[in-house]
């Protein structure tokens, strides 16, 4: 599949850019206490925009798990919800924060958007703050499996 190519952003572009245009600079201390390692992280259906989202919940399992790549599976963030009514917290900024930190320090982090987060499909192909945006991939285990990853 080729990316697609955009003569003007699509009309719910701004969506993006209205949840992204408050995150934070500052990074908050990371607790050095308890880390673990992996080699890849999965998540999917967070729904960021919705009352419903556990963000502070994901927010401590990103700071304290470390991975390779992590893949963003699909309904990250809930564009259906958002269309309806804004809700867009601070916990909902760190966890996007702290996926862009994470990829700027080397994390591969790939986001498939799904059903719910559609306005990002006019992104494929394209990076945002290092996180790739893709219609599927294939992700390789370590024994050599190969898994089609997709929405």
Same mark, same amino acid.
């Given at each position: 599949?080729?990316?697609?190519?955009?003569?003007?952003?699509?009309?719910?572009?701004?969506?993006?850019?209205?949840?992204?245009?408050?995150?934070?600079?500052?990074?908050?201390?990371?607790?050095?206490?308890?880390?673990?390692?992996?080699?890849?992280?999965?998540?999917?259906?967070?729904?960021?925009?919705?009352?419903?989202?556990?963000? *502070?919940? /994901?927010?401590?399992?990103?700071?304290?798990? $470390?991975?390779?790549? &992590?893949?963003?599976?699909? #309904?990250?963030?809930?564009?259906?919800?958002?269309?309806?009514?804004?809700?867009?917290?601070?916990?909902?900024?760190?966890?996007?924060?702290?996926?862009?930190?994470?990829?700027?320090?080397?994390?591969?982090?790939?986001?498939?958007?799904?059903?719910? *987060?559609? /306005?990002?499909?006019?992104?494929?192909?394209? $990076?945002?703050?290092? &996180?790739?945006?893709?219609? #599927?991939?294939?992700?390789?285990?370590?024994?050599?499996?190969?898994?089609?990853?997709?929405?």
């Amino acid at each position: 599949m080729q990316p697609s190519t955009l003569s003007s952003p699509p009309a719910d572009a701004h969506l993006v850019a209205q949840a992204l245009s408050s995150v934070p600079a500052a990074d908050p201390a990371d607790d050095p206490d308890t880390s673990y390692q992996f080699r890849t992280l999965w998540l999917s259906d967070i729904h960021l925009g919705t009352r419903d989202c556990k963000a *502070d919940a /994901l927010l401590e399992l990103l700071r304290h798990c $470390h991975a390779e790549t &992590i893949y963003l599976v699909g #309904d990250i963030i809930d564009g259906w919800q958002l269309r309806k009514g804004w809700y867009w917290p601070q916990a909902h900024n760190d966890v996007v924060q702290k996926l862009l930190r994470k990829a700027r320090k080397g994390c591969r982090v790939i986001f498939i958007p799904g059903n719910h *987060d559609d /306005l990002a499909r006019h992104y494929v192909g394209l $990076h945002f703050g290092g &996180i790739e945006v893709l219609s #599927d991939v294939v992700h390789v285990t370590v024994d050599g499996t190969r898994l089609w990853i997709v929405h």
